[in-house]
T-cell receptor, first 115, second 113 residues
Framework: DAGVIQSPRHEVTEMGQEVTLRCKPI?????LFWYRQTMMRGLELLIYFNNNVPIDDSGMPEDRFSAKMPNASFSTLKIQPSEPRDSAVYFC?????????????FGPGTRLTVL | RKEVEQDPGPFNVPEGATVAFNCTYS??????FFWYRQDCRKEPKLLMS???SGNEDGRFTAQLNRASQYISLLIRDSKLSDSATYLCVVNNDNGGSQGNLIFGKGTKLSVKP
């Protein structure tokens, strides 16, 4: 069975460039989460969707970050313009329901480096 | 106080040892608790949920103490393959975002031959 799919796996870009990260959740899962992980701050929730609707975006660091989920099988996280402090591993996760007791299944992550 | 706090370690133990990790959380309204495991440069994966009465899965035992707001994970007869970072996870029940999980920064375990 295909798990959560993320692309690209690695991204190196220069400061000021636009970065788009992509995620395909597990089929049938109706909750999708975007996380960022750094050594300093650990794993932080950026935003999560339920049935394609953003439920909580309080973790989005600033207006440079935006996320969309146009349909049940695709989501994007965009950073424009990117800055060196955005360098991190970005994970997408999906779960079968909205309740916090549901297991979250993580994708392999996108390792972003902003020079 | 941090929302979910863990000793970062590393815990360096020999094969066959028993090792225990603790985690404290700040939100007394939290209802769901988990341990996730993350291997180096990999994604987190659910290890086990933590139930109020405590639960066991093979060599792994999880306990919850609501009064003191801490969670523990005990690993018996540790294996080389148990080497990983263990993340304590608690739901952030603020009344409106029950699907929101808060992850600790993790405790690193290294099992040596």
């Amino acid at each position: 069975d295909a798990g959560v799919i993320q692309s690209p796996r690695h991204e190196v870009t220069e400061m000021g460039q636009e970065v788009t990260l992509r995620c395909k959740p597990i089929s049938g899962h109706n909750s999708l989460f975007w996380y960022r992980q750094t050594m300093m701050r650990g794993l932080e929730l950026l935003i999560y969707f339920n049935n394609n609707v953003p439920i909580d975006d309080s973790g989005m660091p600033e207006d440079r970050f935006s996320a969309k989920m146009p349909n049940a099988s695709f989501s994007t996280l965009k950073i424009q313009p990117s800055e060196p402090r955005d360098s991190a591993v970005y994970f997408c996760a999906s779960s079968p329901g909205q309740g916090a007791w549901n297991e979250q299944f993580f994708g392999p992550g996108t390792r972003l480096t902003v020079l | 106080r941090k929302e979910v706090e863990q000793d970062p370690g590393p815990f360096n133990v020999p094969e066959g040892a028993t090792v225990a990790f603790n985690c404290t959380y700040s939100n007394s309204a939290s209802q769901s608790f988990f341990w996730y495991r993350q291997d180096c440069r990999k994604e987190p994966k659910l290890l086990m949920s933590v139930y109020s009465s405590g639960n066991e899965d093979g060599r792994f035992t999880a306990q919850l103490n609501r009064a003191s707001q801490y969670i523990s994970l005990l690993i018996r007869d540790s294996k080389l393959s148990d080497s990983a970072t263990y993340l304590c996870v608690v739901n952030n029940d603020n009344g409106g975002s029950q699907g929101n999980l808060i992850f600790g920064k993790g405790t690193k375990l290294s099992v040596k031959p």
